[in-house]
T-cell receptor
Framework: AQSVTQLDSQVPVFEEAPVELRCNYS??????LFWYVQYPNQGLQLLLK??????LVKSINGFEAEFNKSQTSFHLRKPSVHISDTAEYFC?????????????FGKGTHLIIQP | ETGVTQSPTHLIKTRGQQVTLRCSSQ?????VSWYQQALGQGPQFIFQ???????GRGNFPPRFSGLQFPNYSSELNVNALELDDSALYLC????????????FGSGTRLTVV
């Protein structure tokens, strides 16, 4: 079975400052890694994913995440945040081979942008 | 390309009742999974359907059941509702091998009173 740990339940940061949201996972096999964002009273939106290949993946809105196999981590970063980035961020894993276990999520990190 | 749509958006039920939630998959997706998200928590995997059969289940009791139809739409049924079933229920569609990730609907907010 897989598990995901998001070390920070809440991260306050000032607008235009950099941010890192931490994610560690546990699995005995290779996994796909995802970051999802959830705005208040909405569903989940895929932010970015790592399937294979380059360990650094980027989204269109300035976020990036780096897969580190030795540390079993997939931390999310953004060099300069905006008020509109205020949301809940979820890290998740799934099995790559069409597994029937769905996604395993962390408990989420609430990113709070302070003006 | 249409996304994932869920209905209804909000629902209030009484303890002991039964409820049915509905989900239409994104065009081209053949796999549907359901998640329960309690307030302040991450989503928890309920089960997954592929080719109209349940092929994976999380740690949920049998009173949580579902269906997948030939057009890949899906239903989640919950019998004998309990207060702890109050949550946001999310539907996600994907390909069997989720190379493009999972597309989520906006969810159904279920309140059990």
């Amino acid at each position: 079975a897989q598990s995901v740990t998001q070390l920070d339940s809440q991260v306050p940061v000032f607008e235009e400052a950099p941010v890192e949201l931490r994610c560690n996972y546990s699995s005995s096999v290779s996994v796909y890694l995802f970051w999802y964002v959830q705005y208040p009273n909405q569903g989940l939106q895929l932010l970015l994913k790592y399937l294979s290949g380059s360990t650094l993946v980027k989204s269109i809105n300035g976020f990036e995440a780096e897969f580190n196999k030795s540390q079993t981590s997939f931390h999310l970063r953004k060099p300069s945040v905006h008020i509109s980035d205020t949301a809940e961020y979820f890290c998740a894993v799934s099995l790559p081979g069409g597994g029937a276990d769905g996604l395993t999520f962390g408990k989420g990190t609430h990113l709070i942008i302070q003006p | 390309e249409t996304g994932v749509t869920q209905s209804p958006t909000h629902l209030i039920k009484t303890r002991g009742q039964q409820v049915t939630l509905r989900c239409s998959s994104q065009s081209g997706h053949n796999t549907v999974s359901w998640y329960q998200q309690a307030l302040g928590q991450g989503p928890q995997f309920i089960f997954q359907y592929y080719r109209e059969e349940e092929n994976g289940r999380g740690n949920f009791p049998p009173r949580f059941s579902g269906l997948q139809f030939p057009n890949y739409s899906s239903e989640l049924n919950v019998n004998a509702l309990e207060l702890d079933d109050s949550a946001l229920y999310l539907c996600a569609s994907s390909l069997w091998v989720p190379n493009y990730g999972y597309t989520f609907g906006s969810g159904t907010r279920l309140t059990v009173v």
